[in-house]
């Protein structure tokens, strides 16, 4: 079974501060994704990887920067944190398409900035 | 307008019920998900299709691509299946990513 970790299921911050999300994946996965989840909003895209070092913006990059050093490690970084960057944050990663791929999620991570 | 909209938002049904959730898209896909999410958050992939019918214990997903919609059924509800059903569809231009719809909050009281 595909497992995707969060290091975190919950974290409260500080307005200002420089936030670090991690997931972890243990399928050799080409592909990661970070997603942010408000409530009448759904998921949406903030950044992903198709592959060490490579990453592309999605639809709302504002604020967040991702490091991918490592194929199994992706991680989002809120550089200043504001409070409307409260929210639910998803990982995910899956297979490079080349047939249709499901994605695996992790367990989210539920951040307040304070 | 979003490209995927769910229909309903929001769901209260009574155990033993049959369930129907409606997913309209507006763009064109080379596959169609559905995914659970329940209260905590963690989020689990049901079905991934392109055409015709799936089927896996008491949820049943359809598709229909000439007329760009899906419904995910639930037959005999149960408490259990209370969560949030996801709509997601892979475009098939940039096809690494997803686009999703709202969700659909489902609650079945016994």
């Known amino acids: 079974d595909v497992k995707v970790t969060q290091s975190s299921r919950y974290l409260v911050k500080r307005t200002g501060e420089k936030v670090f999300l991690e997931c972890v994946q243990d399928m050799d996965h080409e592909n990661m994704f970070w997603y942010r989840q408000d409530p009448g909003l759904g998921l949406r895209l903030i950044y992903f990887s198709y592959d060490v070092k490579m990453k592309e913006k999605g639809d709302i990059p504002e604020g967040y920067s991702v490091s991918r050093e490592k194929k199994e490690r992706f991680s989002l970084i809120l550089e200043s944190a504001s409070t409307n960057q409260t929210s639910m944050y998803l990982c995910?990663?899956?297979?490079?398409?080349?047939?249709?791929?499901?994605?695996?999620f992790g367990d989210g991570t539920r951040l307040s900035i304070l | 307008k979003n490209e995927v909209e769910q229909s309903p938002q929001n769901l209260t049904a009574q155990e033993g019920e049959f369930i129907t959730i409606n997913c309209s898209y507006s763009?064109?896909?080379?596959?169609l998900h559905w995914l659970q999410q329940h209260p905590g958050g963690g989020i689990v992939s049901l079905f991934m299709l392109s055409s015709g019918k799936k089927k896996h214990g008491r949820l049943i997903a359809t598709i229909n691509i000439q007329e760009k919609h899906s419904s995910l059924h639930i037959t005999a509800s149960h408490p259990r299946d209370s969560a949030v059903y996801i709509c997601?569809?892979?475009?098939?231009?940039?096809?690494?990513?997803?686009?999703f719809g709202q969700g659909t909050r489902l609650t079945i009281n016994p």
């Open positions: 995910a990663s899956s297979r490079r398409f080349r047939s249709n791929q499901p994605q695996h």
């Open positions: 763009v064109g896909i080379s596959a």
């Open positions: 997601a569809v892979r475009i098939i231009q940039g096809a690494q990513k997803l686009v």
